[in-house]
C-alpha cells in the first residue's frame, strides 16, 4: 500500500559473498516480485517446454513506430509454474503448472510471460498470467480453481503486466487493453466466482490496482492514462475519477491514511494527491490536494513513508523526495552513483530506503529530508523485480537468481 516494510529489519550490506543465506536458480523467466508467507517464498515464471504447438501462433501485425521492437511469439509452448521455496534455505517445497499453452503475442524484450506478481494471505496464494488466466492455489499447492478471462491484445506486443489485489476474500483483476473489451472484476477467492464485472474504457495498461479502505468502505484505485478511478470494492460501482495521467500510466498508487498518490511519467509528467472521501469527477475540484508536473516515474512506484514521498525520475537512477502533504521537494533529481536503469520500485524498513538498479546494484538511502547514502550493494545478475523485505531477509529476483540476503544465518 505504501511500499514500506514496518516490522522488516534487512542488512544494510551485501554481495555475492557477504550476508548471502541462500541462492536459487529459476528455471524460465520472469520479473514477477517474489513473496513472502511465515516460511515460504513463492515466485512466478514461464519456462519453455520445448513443445511445438498444436495450432501454430499467428503472426501478430508489425507494431506501430515509437517503441523498441517487441519479442515475437515463438510458437513455443511454455509452462507457466508457481514455486513455493523453503525461506531457511531456499529448498523447492513444491512447483505446480497452473497453465501450459504457446502465448498467442510477444512481450517486451526486457521482460517475458511472468510478469505479474503473485499474492497470498496464508490461506492462498493466487498466481495471474494475464491471457493464461488466474490461478487459485493452497498453501501446499493444490489448485482449488481456476479463471479463464479470454486472450488479451497489449499495446505494440509488450506484453502483460498488471498484479492481482486481495483485500480480505475479494480478489480483483484489472484488464485494460486495446480490444473494446476493457473490464474491472472481482472474485471470491475461495471458489473463483464472479461477483462482479464493471467496463472500463482505457488503453492498453500494466498498473496493480490498489485496494484500500477509507471510513470503513474498501475501493480499489486503479491508475491509467485516460482517468485514474475508484471503485466500490462491494458492487464495482465507480466512486471518483481524475484525469491527467500520462501514456503507458504504469505505477502503482500509494496512499495515506486520507489521501492517494497517483503517477505517471512517459512522454511526460503528472503526480495528483487526491483526497479520499470524495466522489464523481474530481479535475478542477479541492479533491485534488496537490498537483505536480516534473520528475516523475515511468515503470516505478513511489514510495510513500513518514510523510514523505520517494519518486525517481523515469525509469532513471535519479531520486527526489517530496512532503506527501503539499508535494514540497525536500531534495530532488539526485543522481544515485553505479546504477544503470531502474524498473523495480523504491522500498522501505526501519530507517532506510532501498533502490535497486538493473544491474544488479541496490543504494541503501538514510531516510530523511536529505540524501545520505548508506550503502552501495552489487550483485552478479540483472535485476528489474521490486525487492521483498520480510524480518531480517531481504529476496531479490534477478532474470537468472533469486537471492535471500540476511545476516541471521
Not at 509528467?269 to 485534488?288: E, F, K, M, P
Request: charged share 20%; glycine share 10%.
Amino acid at each position: 500500500m505504501t511500499g514500506v516494510a514496518p516490522e522488516a529489519a534487512p542488512p544494510l550490506s551485501w554481495s555475492e559473498t557477504e550476508n548471502l543465506r541462500w541462492k536459487y536458480k529459476i528455471p524460465g523467466e520472469g520479473t514477477s516480485t517474489p513473496i513472502v508467507w511465515g516460511d515460504r517464498v513463492f515466485i512466478l515464471t514461464a519456462i519453455k517446454s520445448g513443445k511445438p504447438a498444436e495450432t501454430p501462433t499467428p503472426t501478430p501485425a508489425e507494431p506501430p513506430t515509437g517503441g523498441p521492437p517487441s519479442a515475437k511469439p515463438s510458437g513455443d509452448v511454455y509452462q507457466f509454474k508457481v514455486i513455493c521455496l523453503s525461506r531457511k534455505d531456499g529448498a523447492v517445497l513444491w512447483e505446480r503448472v497452473a497453465k501450459e499453452e504457446a502465448p498467442h503475442e510477444g512481450h517486451h524484450p526486457d521482460h517475458g510471460f511472468a510478469s505479474a506478481s503473485p499474492v497470498t494471505d496464508g490461506k492462498v496464494v493466487l498466481a495471474y498470467f494475464g491471457s493464461r488466466g488466474l490461478h487459485c492455489l493452497d498453501m501446499e499447492g493444490n489448485l482449488k480453481w481456476s479463471k479463464d478471462f479470454g486472450r488479451m491484445q497489449m499495446k505494440n506486443s509488450f506484453g502483460e503486466a498488471a498484479s492481482p489485489a486481495l483485500w480480505g476474500d475479494t480478489v480483483v483483476v484489472v484488464r485494460d487493453d486495446e480490444t473494446d473489451n476493457d473490464f474491472i472484476t472481482a472474485l471470491d477467492k475461495n471458489t473463483g466466482k464472479e461477483l462482479w464485472r464493471t467496463p472500463r474504457n482505457e488503453g492498453t495498461g500494466w498498473s496493480t490496482p490498489l485496494a484500500l479502505e477509507y471510513e470503513g468502505k474498501a475501493q480499489v484505485v486503479v491508475n491509467a492514462t485516460g482517468n485514474v478511478r475508484s471503485y466500490a470494492l462491494a458492487n464495482g460501482e465507480e466512486i471518483w475519477r481524475c484525469g491527467g495521467q500520462t501514456a503507458n500510466a504504469i505505477p502503482t498508487p500509494v496512499a495515506s491514511k486520507d489521501t492517494v498518490y497517483i503517477t505517471s511519467g512517459f512522454r511526460g509528467n503528472a503526480l495528483y494527491a487526491v483526497a479520499l472521501g470524495r466522489t464523481g469527477d474530481l479535475a478542477g475540484t479541492d479533491g485534488i490536494r496537490w498537483s505536480r508536473k516534473k520528475s516523475t516515474p515511468y515503470v516505478p512506484s513511489p514510495l510513500l513513508v513518514n510523510g514523505r514521498i520517494y519518486l525517481l525520475t523515469g525509469n532513471n537512477p535519479t531520486i527526489s523526495c517530496l512532503d506527501a502533504a503539499n508535494g514540497e521537494p525536500s531534495f530532488e533529481g539526485e543522481k544515485l552513483e553505479g546504477l544503470s536503469g531502474v524498473y523495480a520500485s523504491p522500498v522501505a524498513a526501519g530507517d532506510r530506503v532501498y533502490v535497486l538498479g538493473r544491474n544488479g546494484v541496490c543504494t541503501v538511502l538514510k531516510e530523511g529530508t536529505k540524501l545520505e547514502v548508506l550503502a552501495t550493494n552489487k550483485l552478479d545478475d540483472k535485476t528489474d523485480s521490486t525487492p521483498a523485505l520480510v524480518g531480517k531477509d531481504i529476496f531479490i529476483r534477478g532474470h537468472q537468481n533469486l537471492y535471500c540476503i540476511s545476516d541471521q544465518k
